[in-house]
Nanobody, 121 residues
Framework: QVQLVESGGGLVQAGGSLRLSCAASGRTFSGYAMGWFRQAPGKEREFVAAISWSGTTTYYTDSVKGRFTISRDNAKNTVYLQMNSLKPEDTAVYYC??????????????WGQGTQVTVSS
């Protein structure tokens, strides 16, 4: 059974940092792109960042460029999201997901349960 488990969320003051992790189990995802999404209260889920299977290609939504960094360790079947200079508007539940291909894609097949990130002003 495929399982994605996010961790690393929490409460942080504006300007602070958090590092999210997403550990995959049940199968290896080294051949697939992975992504992070978030959903704030009352809003739709939105794309945050994605990384290709090799880690050589990344893509970010404009609002997090220069502040967030996505990375992966295929040996550990884990993807990370380093979040710096956090803002209150980054407050959301963050989800990781596995794409259907190795390249960056808009289609994701597996999703985690999410981890809460709260940024206080």
């Amino acid at each position: 059974q495929v399982q994605l488990v996010e961790s690393g969320g929490g409460l942080v003051q504006a300007g602070g940092s958090l590092r999210l992790s997403c550990a995959a189990s049940g199968r290896t995802f080294s051949g697939y792109a992975m992504g992070w999404f978030r959903q704030a209260p009352g809003k739709e889920r939105e794309f945050v960042a994605a990384i290709s299977w090799s880690g050589t290609t990344t893509y970010y939504t404009d609002s997090v460029k220069g502040r967030f960094t996505i990375s992966r360790d295929n040996a550990k079947n884990t993807v990370y999201l380093q979040m710096n200079s956090l803002k209150p508007e980054d407050t959301a539940v963050y989800y990781c997901a596995v794409a259907t291909t190795g390249r960056l894609s808009n289609e994701y097949a597996y999703w985690g349960q999410g981890t809460q990130v709260t940024v206080s002003s």
